[in-house]
């Protein structure tokens, strides 16, 4: 029987299968962070039950935490209270955690790459909607809610359906300056936010071959934004070379081994998915969002569209924009590079190489966050914060700032943000916020120009 990518990996972590029913399914790696995980660790500890692999599982503090002063004790009373809870518990039953002032801090979807703790051929959960991320490695990687992490403390396993597979293909060739970002912000934009319900993507083709790991990651992260489970990349060899040298990658033979395994992942020639979509890389341009939900985006270059229903008028409404407007032109105070999207080194490799020898413009105020601790290494090891700091952007610490308004960094009430983040719902950035999500380039350019720009003008 030929297999999907999909199919291969979840069928290999079935411990129980039953007839017309839920599979048991063996989780591999267990990724927990201050926000989610403290309820689950009170109920394990009121009902008696021990947390059953420990070695599996991977903390840190990233949610909401300060991005200044990180050095300092923790001002905000509720942000060091969920700081000291996730110490104390991780203490307490022998987890792993990389908190703030560790050299291997950072967003949960960010670390986990860039240690090597993620691979290929996985299962891996996180009480966090984007941990569809990890999927770029070929993983089935999902967010839970805390009764099922939970589940996960007390089994390593959960009780879930399989879901149906989709596969998206996106050939051709993309036109010069043209991001993964704005790959899947226009696939999105095609499909609508429930088009991915109760299905897990596999993207395919030419386009998603030809990118980074960094890129599929942006794509991968977005999976959850169209209604998916997750999504998936098969792994090759741009995927392998990633791996190798990781700190918790396998090592010497052990990873020749694993490679020869990752090897079979690839879905098999011929092999059946329950729904499938095309597109050709040309017709993508540069996207940005002008709604109050991702699926609400179009090419910088075209107008809001003119709809017809309630949701639409009130995300306008919201939004202060009106049917047949063009962006261009319009003035943006805020911009912010980060998140789990768009915080990576080629992230701001991207919007460096675009900022340097400029300024940004006097009404703007513009925020680097870098992933991790590690990113922001490699930033100043590159001397990207002489470029970032220069030009009068604001270099921050990592953690996941301004993508949602649940620490310190957040929009003001009314105010326009060009964001690379992966959300633009009504006061996600703060209340009364209004979001505009954007490729790191196209947040850089907006930094410099002060407005919206058609960058191929």
């Known amino acids: 029987m030929k297999k999907t990518l999909f199919d291969k990996v979840w069928d290999s972590h079935v411990v129980e299968r039953s007839e017309n029913g839920p599979d048991i399914l063996y989780i591999d790696k267990h990724l927990i962070h ?3 995980s403290p309820q689950a660790f009170n109920e394990l500890e009121e009902r008696g039950i021990p947390v059953f692999r420990p070695d599996q599982i991977v903390a840190t503090a990233d949610h909401n935490v300060p991005t200044q002063n990180q050095h300092l004790p923790i001002k905000d009373a509720l942000s060091r209270k969920q700081v000291n809870q996730l110490t104390i518990n991780c203490e307490k039953n022998g987890i792993t955690l990389y908190g703030l002032g560790h050299e291997y801090q950072g967003i949960v979807h960010v670390i986990g790459p860039e240690l090597g703790i993620t691979q290929p051929g996985m299962t891996m959960v996180c009480g966090d909607s984007h941990t569809s991320t990890h999927g770029a490695f070929g993983s089935i990687a999902f967010g839970i809610g805390t009764s099922q992490v939970a589940q996960v403390f007390a089994s390593q396993c959960l009780l879930l359906s399989k879901p149906k597979s989709m596969r998206i293909t996106v050939n051709g060739t993309l036109k010069k300056t043209i991001q993964p970002k704005d790959v899947i912000l226009y696939i999105i934009s095609k499909l609508g936010t429930d088009s991915g319900t109760g299905y897990f993507v596999e993207y395919a083709g030419d386009v998603f071959e030809n990118m980074t790991m960094e890129g599929r990651m942006t794509v991968c992260n977005m999976s959850i934004e169209m209604g998916a489970r997750g999504g998936m990349i098969a792994p090759d060899q741009t995927t392998f070379d990633y791996v190798q040298g990781k700190e918790f990658a396998p090592k010497g033979s052990d990873f020749d081994k694993k490679v020869a395994y990752w090897k079979t992942l690839p879905t098999d020639e011929g092999a059946s998915f329950d729904a499938e979509f095309e597109f050709d890389a040309a017709d993508i341009g540069h996207m940005i969002t002008y709604g109050t939900n991702p699926g609400m985006g179009m090419k910088v270059t075209e107008t809001i569209p003119s709809l017809q229903n309630d949701s639409f008028e009130k995300s306008l409404e919201y939004m202060g924009f009106n049917k047949g407007e063009s962006l261009i032109n319009k003035p943006i105070n805020y911009v912010f590079i980060g998140s789990c999207t768009n915080s990576r080194i080629e992230d701001f490799r991207i919007a460096a190489a675009y900022i340097k ?19 922001d290494a490699q930033i100043r090891k590159e001397g990207l914060d002489k470029v970032f700091e220069n030009a009068g952007f604001e270099l921050r610490q990592a953690g996941c700032s301004a993508c949602l308004a649940m620490n310190d960094d957040k929009i003001p009430q009314g105010e326009y943000c060009v964001s690379t983040s992966n959300r633009n719902f009504e006061g996600r950035q703060g209340p009364g916020a209004r979001t505009l999500l954007a490729s790191p380039l196209m947040a850089a350019a907006t930094a410099v120009a002060g407005k919206i720009i058609d960058l191929n003008s």
């Open 357 to 375: 020898g400029k300024q940004k413009a006097e009404n703007e105020h513009a925020l680097i966050v870098p992933g991790s601790q590690q990113v």
């Open 34 to 36: 201050e926000v989610t």
